[in-house]
């Protein structure tokens, strides 16, 4: 038995420690990359949990760096839908079976994929509106199963910001939803 819950945890730090990598080089990617895995070494709910917490040190460090990057008004209206958005997830996670849970993290890492290999993203959007909508689909998905990155990638990329705003701006909606 203690066996099976060293490997499950040395599965678990290896996987974060990959994870951790992505999210290095791109800003974002910690979540997708983690659950796609970590729900076969321990129950998804403590591992949303425990990356939660490792997410939240790593991404306050790179805010920090990139500080002068942000895009306030945008954090603000990313948080706002998120708050909206994270009580129906959270709902979903304590109502849905673990091999569902399981799935649906499955299908929103190919939907991602799907959408970034068929160029399906609009340039450029304009609006608050865009920002809570995507905030409000981040809690939604976060709540859920652990992975609140994907809407607001997609609304990143349509905003025109150079790659250091983009990471310093999603890593700011991390540590915002996470602290």
Do not use: C
Request: glycine content about 10%; overall charge positive; hydrophobic content about 60%.
């Amino acid at each position: 038995m203690m066996a099976a819950v060293t490997f499950a945890w040395a599965a678990g730090a290896l996987v974060v420690f990959v994870a951790s990598f992505v999210m290095g080089l791109t800003g974002f990617g910690i979540a997708l990359v983690a659950m796609a895995f970590l729900p076969y070494v321990m129950e998804p709910a403590t591992a949303i949990v425990l990356l939660t917490i490792y997410a939240l040190a790593f991404s306050l460090v790179v805010v920090v760096q990139l500080r002068r990057d942000l895009t306030p008004r945008a954090l603000v209206d990313l948080t706002l839908g998120t708050l909206a958005g994270t009580p129906p997830g959270v709902w979903l996670l304590a109502s849905l079976p673990v091999s569902l849970l399981n799935r649906l993290i499955g299908a929103v890492l190919v939907l991602v994929v799907v959408l970034e290999a068929r160029r399906a993203l609009p340039e450029r959007v304009h609006g608050r509106g865009w920002a809570l909508l995507a905030g409000f689909l981040a809690g939604l998905v976060g709540g859920a199963v652990g992975t609140p990155g994907p809407p607001v990638i997609v609304y990143a990329t349509t905003q025109g910001w150079s790659p250091r705003t983009m990471k310093a701006n999603i890593m700011g909606f991390f540590v915002l939803n996470q602290g």
